[in-house]
């Protein structure tokens, strides 16, 4: 499976981003996806996810109420919108997949990863 990440860039406070995130080379539907981000000297950070055949998601406590997660089918597309946006939500951001059949709810490991896209909030 291949993940291409894409949305990320430079907002001020309290501004808004959609992150985007394709996954090709498997059938979208057996997969669960994720985003996490990872910010210079911190450990990564599991943000949200979703199952793609059911349409479930979660979000952590972190970003619940700001982040939202999403997909569309047809473009195998998976997406991140984050809103509010805050100085420390700046990092480096992640799209992850992980089969259906090799995955617990939320999931907790994911078998892919895209290239990371970097998101930078100012003040």
């Known amino acids: 499976v291949q993940l291409q990440a894409s949305g990320g860039g430079s907002v001020q406070t309290g501004g808004s981003l959609r992150l985007s995130c394709t996954l090709s080379?498997?059938?979208?539907?057996?997969?669960?996806m994720g985003w996490s981000r990872q910010a210079p000297g911190e450990e990564r950070e599991f943000l949200a996810a979703?199952?793609?055949?059911?349409?479930?998601?979660y979000s952590a406590d972190s970003v619940k109420g700001r982040f939202t997660i999403s997909r569309d089918d047809a473009r195998n597309t998976v997406y991140l919108q984050m809103n509010s946006l805050k100085p420390e939500d700046t990092a480096v951001y992640y799209c992850?997949?992980?089969?259906?059949?090799?995955?617990?709810?939320?999931?907790?490991?994911?078998?892919?990863w895209g290239q990371g896209t970097q998101v930078t909030v100012s003040s």
């Open positions: 992850a997949a992980v089969s259906i059949s090799h995955s617990t709810w939320p999931p907790v490991r994911f078998d892919a």
């Open positions: 080379g498997r059938t979208f539907s057996r997969y669960r």
């Open positions: 979703i199952s793609l055949s059911t349409g479930a998601t």
